[in-house]
Each structure stands twice: as C-alpha cells, then as structure tokens.
C-alpha cells in the first residue's frame, strides 16, 4: 500500500457475512500485491474455508487464531493421523454436527487467556508497519463480553501505522469504536435459515 492512506472500517450486526467481508478484503488487496494479517479472537478451528483459503491459496497472508479448537475436530484429528505440517487442503473435514456442544465458545479464564493473547498479538502487528492490512476478527465480539476494555482497542486503532487499512469484525460494536472508525457496515439480519433449524453448513459458515 506504500503511502496511501490507510483507514479504519468496522463491519457489525447481527447479521451474517462480516468475516465474509473482511476476508474478501483481504483477498482484494492480496491481489493487488498488498501484505495482510488476520488475527481471529475467540475462534480456534483450523478446518474453517477461511482459515485454509488464507494459508494455501492467499499469499502475502498471515493467518493467527486465539481460541478453543472443536474438541469433535481434534479427536477426529487424531483418528485420521492428521499432521498439521502438511498442506491444509490435504485434510478433508466430515461434517460435524455441532448441537448443544459449544464447548469451543466457553466463556471462562481459558478463554480471557486467549483473547489476552491475541491482543498483545494485534499490538504488536498494527503498530509495527509490517502490513498493508491487518483484520481482527470477532474482536467486537470480546468487547461486549466484557474480555476486552474499549479503551485498549481504541488504544490498538490509535497506534496503528498510517498506511495500515484496520479492519475490527463483530457484532455489537460499541459507540467509541464506530465513533473512531472512518466506515462503518452494519450487517442487519432480516431473514436466516437458523430460524428453520438448519445448522451452520460446510463451505457457507466455515
């Protein structure tokens, strides 16, 4: 991105597509020859698209989780032999019905642990100048849960390299935030098929 100017965009609401967006960011701006970095708070899956596409398919791109992995994936994992060193495209993930389980969303000390981690991570990134564009991803999400202040995310924007694009994802985004950030979606859920029973799907929500 070299001097242009890079801003601050929040995509928020209850709606579905947010890490879409952003990861469709990236790909735009991979494309161009731009260096990115995603950091996901709260999420730990390895078998997810985005997390695949990046690593095999999207160069110029780092890709950091800071969550639970599935703990169904992990002992299908093992079962299989699966060795993370190899090709992520070389696993092929079954479907796994996810019901009630949320074990990968417990909200505890494990959980803060790892959201601590990854601020210090996005600290460290944004401010270094390292990259063109940089996506925290569902760290909107950690705010309204009260893992993370809204003072050390306004911390992380404002130490931000100027050529740096930031991109925060989640909903409930709050009002200092949106403040600070020079564009703003709001993702707005009108109609989902959840409210049909039918669960997230391979390839539409990971």
Same mark, same amino acid.
């Given at each position: 991105?070299?001097? =242009?100017?890079?801003?601050? +965009?929040?995509?928020?609401?209850?709606?579905?597509?947010?890490? /879409?967006?952003?990861?469709?960011?990236?790909?735009?701006?991979?494309? +161009?020859?731009?260096?990115? @970095? #995603?950091?996901?708070?709260?999420?730990?899956?390895?078998?997810?698209?985005?997390?695949?596409?990046?690593?095999?398919?999207? %160069?110029?791109?780092?890709?950091? +989780?800071?969550?639970? %992995?599935? #703990?169904?994936?992990? =002992?299908?994992?093992k079962?299989?032999?699966?060795?993370?060193?190899? %090709?992520?495209?070389?696993?092929?993930?079954?479907?796994?019905?996810?019901?009630?389980?949320?074990?990968?969303?417990?909200?505890?000390?494990?959980?803060?642990?790892?959201?601590?981690?990854?601020?210090?991570? /996005?600290? +460290?990134?944004?401010?270094?100048?390292?990259?063109? #564009?940089?996506?925290?991803?569902?760290?909107?999400?950690a705010?309204?849960?009260?893992?993370? /202040?809204?003072? =050390?995310?306004?911390?992380l924007?404002? /130490?931000?390299? %100027? @050529?740096?694009?930031?991109?925060?994802?989640?909903?409930?985004?709050?009002?200092?935030?949106?403040q600070?950030?020079?564009?703003?979606?709001?993702?707005?859920?009108? =109609?989902?098929?959840?409210?049909?029973?039918?669960?997230?799907?391979r390839?539409?929500?990971?």
């Open positions: 991105m070299g001097k =242009k100017l890079g801003l601050v +965009q929040v995509y928020t609401g209850d709606g579905k597509g947010k890490t /879409s967006a952003a990861i469709g960011l990236v790909t735009r701006a991979v494309g +161009q020859g731009y260096k990115a @970095h #995603i950091i996901q708070f709260m999420k730990g899956g390895a078998y997810t698209g985005e997390m695949i596409s990046a690593k095999n398919f999207l %160069p110029c791109t780092k890709f950091v +989780q800071y969550g639970r %992995p599935c #703990i169904k994936e992990v =002992k299908q994992m079962l299989t032999g699966f060795d993370k060193k190899v %090709p992520y495209f070389d696993y092929v993930r079954d479907d796994i019905d996810c019901g009630a389980c949320r074990w990968c969303f417990l909200n505890d000390k494990k959980q803060q642990q790892y959201i601590d981690e990854a601020y210090a991570k /996005s600290k +460290q990134i944004i401010s270094s100048g390292d990259f063109d #564009i940089v996506v925290l991803d569902e760290i909107n999400i705010v309204d849960l009260g893992f993370l /202040s809204v003072e =050390k995310v306004l911390g924007i404002a /130490s931000k390299a %100027p @050529h740096t694009e930031l991109v925060l994802t989640g909903r409930n985004a709050r009002s200092e935030i949106i600070k950030a020079d564009l703003v979606t709001e993702m707005r859920m009108i =109609k989902h098929y959840f409210q049909q029973g039918i669960g997230a799907r390839g539409i929500e990971y």
